[in-house]
């Protein structure tokens, strides 16, 4: 199984980025898929998630109206919209996918930095 992101770098504040998480190697539909970010010394933290149909969605409040998570299971892939993009979303930013089947499945990517400054 394999998650590589994609998509981060060095943008101003109120400038717009778009992640992408492709991932090989699982029946991806059947996985939510969430982005986290973690800053040095910080927590990671859980910035956005969805269902693997995606139909359900939810966001840490910090970034609500400005990201959106979406998938497309017939590419295998995740994404994060980040629009508006504010200093305090300098992270490296990961995604996962999980599932529960009797036990948990549970897969991350190997992060990808995005910082925002002018």
């Known amino acids: 199984v394999q998650l590589v992101e994609s998509g981060g770098g060095l943008v101003q504040p109120g400038d717009s980025l778009r992640l992408s998480c492709a991932t090989s190697?699982?029946?991806?539909?059947?996985?939510?898929m969430m982005w986290y970010r973690q800053s040095p010394g910080e927590q990671r933290e859980l910035v956005a998630a969805?269902?693997?149909?995606?139909?359900?969605?939810n966001y840490t409040d910090s970034v609500k109206g400005r990201f959106t998570i979406s998938r497309d299971n017939a590419t295998n892939t995740a994404y994060l919209q980040m629009n508006n993009l504010k200093p305090e979303d300098t992270s490296v930013y990961y995604c996962?996918?999980?599932?529960?089947?009797?036990?948990?499945?549970?897969?991350w990517g190997q992060g990808t930095q995005v910082t925002v400054s002018s």
């Open positions: 190697g699982l029946k991806f539909w059947r996985y939510d």
């Open positions: 969805i269902s693997g149909v995606g139909d359900k969605t």
């Open positions: 996962r996918a999980y599932r529960v089947l009797l036990v948990p499945y549970d897969y």
